[in-house]
């Protein structure tokens, strides 16, 4: 059987520099089949426009800039779906770097038909040393697969295998083209923080719906790319507001399915689930906990601190989408949408 051609799509809003640099890895990939290359600006930036063009003409491989002037990353990934000429639709962020291999192992493993949508090794590349807390926020489960959900990092070990559909994080999310919008697309997702109340679930309903329908979900050890983790994502605050975020996705999740507040919550009218930073043994993890207990019993305090504030921006966040949702009559129709192809913010 022929390789699949294949769309890498990339959605970027103002990261030049990560972006220059992700190209430059894109560039390097050996395909045996036919490739495609789109930038999707959210930003509509000519800086980003020269600089793609730039780029494409040190490749061997032409990079076609699209803007995207309707906010919302959902919209970027519409605009790729629709645009992509390839069999497979790769989407990746702007602030990865595909290491060697990864774009052959994906084209290799679609040759088989009954794979829908697959993923690899999301490798943190840290720009400063972490935290000892961040140990904490690892999840770790069964046959070595180990993830941090708050920055989008995945661990499934070296062998190939089925995987839950949610851990398929956007940025190494490859999938079946033409089932994007068979499916409705994607749902809402970093939308500025003004827009808040306009913040879905992004890639995750799809990814259930798909594998819903019998789709085979893939973890392929081969797709492995690092995602850059800068300083200002090391820190409690971060770690506050993307859980904040959460509350809301979750929100959104559960309005759509019609929840009601305190049928699927816990005390505070949030869900009540078990909480993301309960983790285990993963061993990016324990050599991060040896590193707590290395600086003393303060930095578990901290720890247990960081914890509980995380915690909190959860459940603030999923009570404020609904007093949205109360209170809006707009947001309400927003949730209520059919699907979000093709739909500007209101």
């Keep these: 059987m022929s390789p699949p051609s294949v769309t890498i799509a990339i959605p970027t809003y103002k990261r030049v520099d990560y972006l220059r640099d992700l190209l430059k890895t894109v560039a390097t990939q050996e395909y045996d089949g036919t490739l495609q290359v789109l930038v999707l600006d959210n930003a509509c930036d000519a800086v980003v426009a020269q600089l793609v063009r730039d780029e494409s003409e040190q490749a061997s491989v032409d990079f076609a800039y699209l803007p995207v002037p309707a906010v919302g990353l959902h919209n970027c990934r519409h605009a790729a779906a629709r645009s992509g000429t390839g069999d497979v639709l790769a989407l990746i962020d702007d602030d990865v770097l595909l290491q060697p291999g990864w774009l052959q192992s994906l084209g290799d493993a679609f040759r088989d038909p009954v794979l829908q949508l697959a993923t690899g090794p999301i490798v943190p590349h840290y720009e400063v040393e972490p ?66 109340r306009y913040r879905g679930d992004g890639e995750t309903a799809f990814s259930k719906r798909l594998s819903a329908e019998g789709g085979v979900v893939r973890y392929l050890p081969g797709a492995r790319l690092l995602h850059r983790v800068p300083a200002e994502r090391l820190t409690p605050a971060y770690f506050q507001r993307r859980s904040f975020l959460q509350g809301i996705s979750d929100s959104f999740s559960d309005a759509r399915r019609g929840v009601v507040p305190g049928e699927a919550a816990g005390a505070g009218g949030h869900r009540a689930r078990r909480p993301v930073w309960q983790a285990g043994t993963h061993k990016v993890a324990a050599r991060l906990r040896r590193l707590l207990r290395i600086r003393g019993r303060r930095s578990h305090d901290v720890s247990g601190q960081v914890k509980e504030g995380v915690d909190r921006a959860y459940r603030d966040g999923y009570a404020y989408h609904r007093e949205m949702l109360r209170t809006d009559a707009t947001v309400r129709e927003w949730v209520d949408r059919q ?8």
Excluded at 137 to 165: K, M, N, Q
Excluded at 167 to 190: I, Q, T, Y
């Design 131 to 196: 935290p000892a807390w961040l140990g904490a926020f690892w999840r770790d489960e069964a046959e070595g697969l180990s993830w941090c959900g708050f920055l989008s990092l995945l661990d499934g070990g070296p062998v190939c295998h089925d995987i839950r559909p949610e851990l398929v994080f956007g940025a190494n999310f490859a999938v079946r083209r033409a089932r994007v919008l068979e499916l409705g697309g994607f749902h809402p997702d970093a939308v500025p923080w003004p827009l808040r």
């Design 339 to 346: 699907d979000y192809v093709d739909c500007a913010l209101p």
